[in-house]
């Protein structure tokens, strides 16, 4: 696997005399870009002001493919990379197109390498080789895979390859008669959408994210963070984490989810065991964060692995004073900097 850091001797060694520079990397963002891409601004200027606070220089980049100094932008005493780049609907493949250039230029940058990142974005690949390491994923359905189908059972249809919940509402949650309703639903949505989709079957529990760090050993997961859907079901509503619950779209679902940490000891156990072993599953660096619905039982299934998820996800944990986003960013940074974890 491309490691991506420097070898050792390659490390800079001018630190303790000079000021280490960080790059924030990020998209191109449009003033008509929608929100989950206008987001990314936000990051990039909290993060790089929390930089700041750690004694970096930091510079912001856009990520340009077309822009013909970006090579040496990137390697003009850069001493390490905050990799906020994602993909999109304009840009498919600009994630995967920057971490490889980071690779290439054997650049320090956060997050996880190639090889993960392009397993866990497909989303039926990624719950394929869970179910085949006997990690719990629910059912799924495609146009190529529908041996799972049962019918009047709730499916969630939702985009193969998009994070940031692009392309899941309300209305993407069916309950097919037939297997012939669900494949018309999915070409529905597919030609809706313009992006290939997949049924999922809609689990009714309780939904979590898993936040992980890299530790010195291995990989620390953090306190599960619950999300609790207020007022859903009195309004007729499936608690769905929808773009609209995520963006701001409808007010309704945006201000009705909240983000706690989850007090449920035997329950955290089980979701932080089945998250490191993805973790290592998957071979993730840095940081990550893996999601989970229970199903009717109470029992956890894995719907999703992020390798370089928005660091929101950390939030709750800043607020309850267990960890300062400060020292998120610390240790973030110093594992892609060094090639492992910085907890002291």
Same mark, same amino acid.
């Given at each position: 696997?491309?490691? &991506?850091?420097?070898?050792? #001797? &390659?490390?800079?060694?001018?630190? #303790?005399?000079? @000021?280490?520079?960080?790059?924030?990397?990020?998209?191109?963002?449009?003033?008509?870009?929608? +929100? #989950?891409?206008?987001?990314?601004?936000?990051?990039?200027?909290? $993060?790089?002001?929390?930089?700041? &606070?750690?004694?970096?220089?930091?510079?912001?980049? @856009?990520?340009?493919?077309?822009?013909?100094?970006?090579?040496?932008?990137?390697?003009?005493?850069?001493?390490?990379?905050?990799?906020?780049? !994602?993909? &999109?609907? %304009?840009?498919?493949? $600009?994630?995967?197109?920057?971490?490889?250039?980071?690779?290439?230029?054997?650049?320090?940058?956060?997050?996880?390498?190639?090889?993960?990142?392009?397993?866990?974005?497909?989303?039926?690949?990624?719950?394929?080789?869970?179910?085949?390491?006997?990690?719990?994923? %629910?059912?799924?359905? *495609?146009?190529?895979?529908?041996? %799972?189908?049962?019918?009047?059972?709730?499916?969630?249809?939702?985009?193969?390859?998009?994070?940031? *919940?692009?392309?899941?509402?309300?209305?993407?949650?069916?309950?097919?008669? *037939?297997?012939? #309703?669900?494949?018309?639903?999915?070409?529905?949505?597919?030609? %809706?959408?313009?992006?290939?989709?997949?049924?999922?079957?809609?689990?009714?529990?309780? +939904?979590?994210?898993?936040?992980?760090?890299?530790?010195?050993?291995?990989?620390?997961?953090?306190?599960?963070?619950?999300?609790?859907?207020?007022?859903?079901?009195?309004?007729?509503?499936?608690?769905?984490?929808?773009?609209?619950?995520?963006?701001?779209?409808? *007010?309704?679902?945006?201000?009705?989810?909240?983000?706690?940490?989850?007090?449920?000891?035997?329950?955290?156990?089980?979701?932080?065991?089945?998250?490191?072993?993805?973790?290592?599953?998957?071979?993730?660096?840095?940081?990550?964060?893996?999601?989970?619905?229970? !199903?009717?039982?109470?029992?956890?299934? $894995?719907?999703?692995?992020?390798?370089?998820?928005?660091?929101?996800?950390?939030?709750?944990?800043?607020?309850?004073?267990?960890?300062?986003?400060?020292?998120? $960013?610390?240790?973030?940074?110093?594992?892609?900097?060094?090639?492992?974890?910085?907890?002291?």
């Amino acid at each position: 696997m491309t490691n &991506n850091r420097r070898k050792k #001797d &390659n490390i800079r060694t001018h630190h #303790d005399l000079e @000021i280490p520079t960080a790059v924030v990397l990020h998209n191109i963002i449009a003033e008509n870009s929608p +929100e #989950d891409m206008k987001d990314v601004l936000i990051q990039a200027e909290w $993060i790089g002001q929390l930089l700041c &606070n750690l004694g970096y220089q930091v510079k912001n980049i @856009i990520l340009d493919p077309a822009d013909p100094n970006l090579v040496h932008k990137l390697t003009d005493s850069v001493d390490v990379v905050f990799n906020l780049v !994602d993909s &999109n609907r %304009a840009e498919p493949a $600009i994630a995967y197109w920057a971490v490889t250039c980071l690779e290439r230029l054997n650049i320090p940058f956060t997050g996880s390498p190639i090889e993960p990142m392009v397993l866990t974005t497909d989303k039926i690949q990624t719950k394929a080789k869970l179910r085949q390491a006997g990690l719990a994923t %629910a059912d799924w359905v *495609s146009t190529r895979d529908t041996r %799972a189908f049962r019918p009047q059972i709730p499916y969630l249809i939702k985009p193969i390859r998009e994070d940031a *919940s692009i392309g899941v509402s309300q209305a993407s949650v069916i309950r097919p008669e *037939s297997l012939t #309703d669900l494949l018309t639903a999915l070409a529905q949505q597919e030609a %809706a959408l313009g992006l290939p989709c997949f049924a999922e079957h809609y689990l009714p529990g309780r +939904e979590f994210d898993v936040p992980l760090l890299a530790t010195k050993t291995e990989v620390e997961t953090l306190t599960p963070v619950e999300l609790v859907f207020h007022g859903f079901l009195a309004a007729g509503l499936y608690p769905v984490y929808s773009y609209d619950a995520k963006w701001g779209g409808n *007010s309704l679902e945006y201000d009705g989810v909240q983000l706690q940490l989850s007090f449920d000891p035997a329950l955290n156990e089980q979701l932080q065991s089945m998250a490191r072993q993805a973790w290592d599953l998957f071979d993730l660096r840095g940081y990550g964060k893996v999601d989970f619905r229970l !199903d009717a039982q109470g029992c956890p299934h $894995i719907l999703e692995i992020n390798c370089n998820p928005s660091l929101y996800l950390f939030w709750p944990h800043h607020q309850a004073g267990l960890l300062p986003m400060k020292e998120v $960013i610390r240790r973030i940074v110093c594992a892609a900097e060094t090639g492992r974890s910085c907890e002291n």
